[in-house]
């Protein structure tokens, strides 16, 4: 048996120099802009998303079709059905504001848009998150006591998002409150253009 000409290199300088090595990759994440701001951009992640690119009109349209509730939670049971004519509803009288709860569970970083409607002063609810561009919104089908809920990217350019929408939640004894949450038997396309 010939011995190994070079000997193995201790467990802990590998160790070391991988959490280095993940230091040099992560370290460029985040940069000082020069100003009195400091700039965060997650390699480029963030989409630039302000306050100004969600003012105006919202037109939401949701395909047409009907889909049943399934897999619910809370007070009603599933196979109600919530049912959507297609029609553009435009929200013109739409309320943004900064919120740090939007679209993350543990509190992200975002805007919060609320439109009323002629049933409900929050018929559209919407959450983007600003780093990402991540967005959810939801409409309310009146007839159904439902919102219908989509999720996608918002596309800062063409003031678009485009979403695909799994999941509903509704007033199951029409008083009022949301008491029901459930996924859809398939999913609706949904779609918002903001002029």
């Known amino acids: 048996m010939t011995a190994d000409p070079k000997p193995a290199a201790p467990r802990g300088l590998i160790a070391a120099m991988s959490v280095a090595l993940l230091g040099l990759a992560l370290g460029p994440g985040c940069n000082d802009s020069g100003t009195r701001t400091n700039i965060i951009n997650n390699n ?5 998303l302000v306050h100004n690119d969600l003012i105006g009109s919202w037109q939401v349209t949701i395909s047409v079709g009907t889909r049943t509730l399934v897999n619910c939670t809370g007070t009603g049971a599933s196979g109600a059905t919530v049912t959507s004519s297609g029609s553009q509803a435009t929200y013109s009288n739409v309320t943004v504001v900064a919120d740090t709860t939007a ?16 049933n409900r002063a929050d018929e559209l609810i919407a959450n983007v998150e600003a780093a990402s561009c991540l967005a959810q919104f939801q409409v309310w089908e009146n007839a159904d006591k439902t919102y219908i809920q989509c999720i996608g990217t918002f596309d800062r350019v063409a003031r678009t998002i485009a979403g695909s929408c799994d999941s509903a939640e509704s007033d199951s004894d029409g008083n009022g409150t949301i008491d ?6 398939a999913t609706f396309t949904g779609s918002v253009l903001i002029q």
């Open 180 to 185: 029901t949450f459930c996924d859809l038997s």
């Open 44 to 48: 480029g992640l963030d989409c630039g």
């Open 103 to 118: 679209s993350l569970p543990l509190g992200g970083v975002g805007f919060q848009v609320v439109g009323a409607g002629l």
